[in-house]
Nanobody, 119 residues
Framework: QVQLVESGGGLVQPGGSLRLSCAAS????????MGWYRQAPGKQREFVAL???????NYADSVKGRFTISRDNAKNTVYLQMNSLKPEDTAVYYC?????????????WGQGTQVTVSS
């Protein structure tokens, strides 16, 4: 399975911006989709954004219009641009890669990067 390494998290004030990066160990062109999830303290991990192989995008309602997912196939990297951040966006953000086939799907996770939105 592909190895994923996230970076770009940190502390930001409400209304600020951050860009997360997820670098994959191999070509992301072979993957069915890549996405971002987050987990806040005491809560379950939740979906944030997804970018399938065809380049289309999907977002959770809570981040739609504020977050943008993109991919650079040449760098095997997926990004999450986060604007107009709110305290409720505070969480550990995880990168996910979906591959394989419908009979043998694979799912890889990064180690996570902390995002804290606070004044």
């Amino acid at each position: 399975q592909v190895q994923l390494v996230e970076s770009g998290g940190g502390l930001v004030q409400p209304g600020g911006s951050l860009r997360l990066s997820c670098a994959a160990s191999g070509s992301i062109l072979s993957l069915n989709a890549m996405g971002w999830y987050r987990q806040a303290p005491g809560k379950q991990r939740e979906f944030v954004a997804l970018i399938p192989r065809d380049g289309s995008t999907n977002y959770a309602d809570s981040v739609k219009g504020r977050f943008t997912i993109s991919r650079d196939n040449a760098k095997n990297t997926v990004y999450l641009q986060m604007n107009s951040l709110k305290p409720e966006d505070t969480a550990v953000y995880y990168c996910n890669a979906k591959g394989g086939t419908i009979w043998n799907p694979t799912s890889s996770w990064g180690q996570g990067t902390q995002v804290t939105v606070s004044s």
